[in-house]
Nanobody, 125 residues
Framework: QVQLVESGGGLVQPGGSLTLSCAASRSTLDYYAIGWFRQAPGKEREGVSCISVSGDNTYYADSVKGRFTISRDNAKNTVYLRMNSLKPEDTAVYYC??????????????????WGQGTQVTVSS
């Protein structure tokens, strides 16, 4: 069983930055791609970013491109999402997920088997 734990969320002013972490319970990252998703109240879950097993391939939603950066440290079984220039519309619960993902479809939540519990990000002045 794979367990994922997100951390790093919080309250930040517009224009600020946060780094989210996703820690896996075992050597998950040696085998699986990781995706970050977010869900705001009343909205569908949105694929934000994904990273392949090797880290050579990444995906970003248009809404975060140029502001967010995904990275991974397989030795620490951890994936990071660095979020810069945050906007109020980035407010959501952020989830990381993993599984046997077809990377070209990595932004689709149905590709993933294992999910973390989520961490709240609130961007507000």
């Amino acid at each position: 069983q794979v367990q994922l734990v997100e951390s790093g969320g919080g309250l930040v002013q517009p224009g600020g930055s946060l780094t989210l972490s996703c820690a896996a319970s075992r050597s998950t990252l040696d085998y699986y791609a990781i995706g970050w998703f977010r869900q705001a109240p009343g909205k569908e879950r949105e694929g934000v970013s994904c990273i392949s097993v090797s880290g050579d391939n990444t995906y970003y939603a248009d809404s975060v491109k140029g502001r967010f950066t995904i990275s991974r440290d397989n030795a620490k079984n951890t994936v990071y999402l660095r979020m810069n220039s945050l906007k109020p519309e980035d407010t959501a619960v952020y989830y990381c997920a993993t599984g046997r993902v077809l990377f070209r479809l990595c932004e689709r939540s149905g590709q993933y088997t294992y999910w973390g519990q989520g961490t709240q990000v609130t961007v507000s002045s």
